[in-house]
Structure formats: C-alpha cells, structure tokens
T-cell receptor, first 114, second 113 residues
Framework: QKEVEQDPGPLSVPEGAIVSLNCTYS??????FMWYRQYSRKGPELLMYTYSSGNKEDGRFTAQVDKSSKYISLFIRDSQPSDSATYLC??????????????FGKGTKLSVKP | EAQVTQNPRYLITVTGKKLTVTCSQNMNHEYMSWYRQDPGLGLRQIYYSMNVEVTDKGDVPEGYKVSRKEKRNFPLILESPSPNQTSLYFCASSLFRTQETQYFGPGTRLLVL
C-alpha cells in the first residue's frame, strides 16, 4: 500500500460547481497536510496547509483533515475555469520531535468548463 | 522578484552524455531540493540540501549527484544519463526544511534517447 493515495482523475466539472478532491494515507505519523496547485507547464505552488484535524477555509477553498480516517479533502466552491489545474496533496510526518520530508500524492487533474 | 530559476528548460540528450541542470534562487533560502515528476508516479524527491555543503538523499537518488557550494545554487548532475531518467525535473527552495511554502522552479523537461 502506497503511503499517499490520490485519484488522478481527470475530473471535469461545469463552472460554478463545488469540487471535492481527496487523498488517503496510511502512515499515522503524518501530521502536516498541504495542497499544492500546479498549472500546466508550471511548478507547483502552495495553496493551503493545516496541522490539525478539522476544516480550514481560505476564500473559495476549504481544506479538511480527518486524522482518524486518514483522509484529507480540498473543496473548491464556485469553481472557475482558472481553477483548471492539477492539485497535489502533500504531507509530512512528525515523530520524536522531528519533521520528515514532504510526501506528495500523484495529483488530480481538474478541468472547469465555462 | 523572488524566484527559482532552472536551466535549461528543455533538454534532449543521448545515453551516457553527462549533463547538468542548474538551479538558482534569489531568496537567501537555506533549504533546496530536487524533484522529478512522472505520470502515474507523482512528484518524488531526488536530493535535498539543508545548507551550503550539506546534502542528503531523497527517495530516488540513484543516478544523480548534487552539490551545494553556494547558498543560491543547487545544480543537479547526471553523470551518465539513461532513458529511465527521462522526466520533468523541479528545483524548489524554502527558508528551512519544514517550511510549508516551498517555491518551485518552472521545471526542466529532459528526454534521454
């Protein structure tokens, strides 16, 4: 079982839809969770990060972490064509007072149609 | 403008011909890292550097070398490239290793024939 699982999609939605992107993980030592957005022919850029279970909201984006289920989600409200990109989840362990390197999911390709 | 630059952006080479991909950042970041991105495999870390003269292996270091002689530069060296190193390569930097915001370069697309 891979450490981080992410459905690669592609996911196609109409403009204005609510988008749900998800990752599951197997390592309970993962404590820091991030979402990166990667436009075509560009490097990834950090979208959101969270340390704890629960929800974190930033504009149209909400990151949700459920550590008991080892499941994280990114919700995009009122999706726009400019949201069309590949979304990568990433996570980092924390154990013994030390943080590990980032482990990335494979990415989900999202297309928002006008 | 704060940025990470990589050169070249595109490279076609042949098996066994040594090549270097340069990476430079202008943010005085201590931590720099190289990733490769492959379809179906995602982004995987090759090497990272915590500071000048301090480097360590990531998840897929075989066939690669790095050096960190200056804080701003972190070149990736392929001594004898092979076709399985055909990939999209990203350099990234951050102030320290555990900082969430890593700044990624624009990528280098490498094809090894």
């Amino acid at each position: 079982q891979k450490e981080v699982e992410q459905d690669p999609g592609p996911l196609s939605v109409p403009e204005g839809a609510i988008v749900s992107l998800n990752c599951t993980y197997s390592n309970s030592a993962f404590q820091y969770f991030m979402w990166y957005r990667q436009y075509s022919r560009k490097g990834p850029e950090l979208l959101m990060y969270t340390y704890s279970s629960g929800n974190k909201e930033d504009g149209r984006f909400t990151a949700q972490v459920d550590k008991s289920s080892k499941y994280i989600s990114l919700f995009i409200r009122d999706s726009q064509p400019s949201d069309s990109a590949t979304y990568l989840c990433a996570m980092r362990t924390y154990a013994g007072g030390s943080q590990g390197n980032l482990i990335f999911g494979k990415g989900t390709k999202l297309s928002v149609k006008p | 403008e704060a940025q990470v630059t990589q050169n070249p952006r595109y490279l076609i080479t042949v098996t066994g011909k040594k090549l270097t991909v340069t990476c430079s950042q202008n943010m005085n970041h201590e931590y720099m890292s190289w990733y490769r991105q492959d379809p179906g495999l995602g982004l995987r870390q090759i090497y990272y550097s915590m500071n000048v003269e301090v480097t360590d292996k990531g998840d897929v270091p075989e066939g690669y070398k790095v050096s960190r002689k200056e804080k701003r530069n972190f070149p990736l060296i392929l001594e004898s490239p092979s076709p399985n190193q055909t990939s999209l390569y990203f350099c990234a930097s951050s102030l320290f290793r555990t900082q969430e915001t890593q700044y990624f370069g624009p990528g280098t697309r490498l094809l090894v024939l």
